[in-house]
T-cell receptor, first 115, second 113 residues
Framework: KAGVTQTPRYLIKTRGQQVTLSCSPI?????VSWYQQTPGQGLQFLFE???????NKGNFPGRFSGRQFSNSRSEMNVSTLELGDSALYLC??????????????FGPGTRLTVL | AQSVTQLDSQVPVFEEAPVELRCNYS??????LFWYVQYPNQGLQLLLK??????LVKGINGFEAEFNKSQTSFHLRKPSVHISDTAEYFC???????????FGQGTRLTINP
């Protein structure tokens, strides 16, 4: 079974631009979560989608948004990029949204650099 | 709110030596506990998890962790490390009923030959 895939793996943008990152979950998984990883703040939860609905949202500004499609693929969008948005963005999928028994599987991440 | 503290940002050890990576958490409600490993240029991989039951949890690659409720700790141990264990290790908690994982800042484990 293929793992979680994220595209692109690396991205360079300039301040003020917007960016869209894509995540394809493991086949059969319906929940997709996004995390931001930076050296200063560590790993922080952005949001989770399940069956095309946002189930939970972290403490990020409205410039960060996401969506999920009917095939469970998810995208996250960051508008008006700032230097501080430079980070590794990780996507994780699992079979369902609730409960600890279904493990989250992480993708390799998209490394975003904002110049 | 929940928080996780990994007491060591870096841990250097010699190959075949034992290692302990420390993790303390803060929560007013019951939590589930996890350890993840991140190899260079890769995502996170689950090493082990504590949900309930026995406080000693065994994971992959020879790692184990012990849940200590009174000390709110979940330290990760391995009796003999290999060069291939060089990676960053993250402790995380999940509140029962919540959706998200709260991670510690990570511990970089470096194995010296």
């Amino acid at each position: 079974k293929a793992g979680v895939t994220q595209t692109p793996r690396y991205l360079i943008k300039t301040r003020g631009q917007q960016v869209t990152l894509s995540c394809s979950p493991i086949s059969g998984h319906r929940s997709v979560s996004w995390y931001q990883q930076t050296p200063g703040q560590g790993l922080q939860f952005l949001f989770e989608y399940f069956s095309e609905t946002q189930r939970n949202k972290g403490n990020f500004p409205g410039r960060f948004s996401g969506r999920q499609f009917s095939n469970s693929r998810s995208e996250m969008n960051v508008s008006t990029l700032e230097l501080g948005d430079s980070a590794l963005y990780l996507c994780a999928s699992r079979y369902s949204s609730g409960g600890p028994y279904n493990e989250q599987f992480f993708g390799p991440g998209t490394r975003l650099t904002v110049l | 709110a929940q928080s996780v503290t990994q007491l060591d940002s870096q841990v250097p050890v010699f190959e075949e030596a034992p290692v302990e990576l420390r993790c303390n958490y803060s929560s007013s409600v019951s939590v589930y506990l996890f350890w993840y490993v991140q190899y260079p240029n890769q995502g996170l991989q689950l090493l082990l998890k504590y949900l309930s039951g026995s406080t000693l949890v065994k994971g992959i690659n020879g790692f184990e962790a012990e849940f200590n409720k009174s000390q709110t700790s979940f330290h990760l141990r391995k009796p003999s490390v290999h060069i291939s264990d060089t990676a960053e290790y993250f402790c995380a908690v999940k509140v029962q009923g919540a959706q998200k994982l709260v991670f510690g800042q990570g511990t970089r484990l470096t194995i010296n030959p």
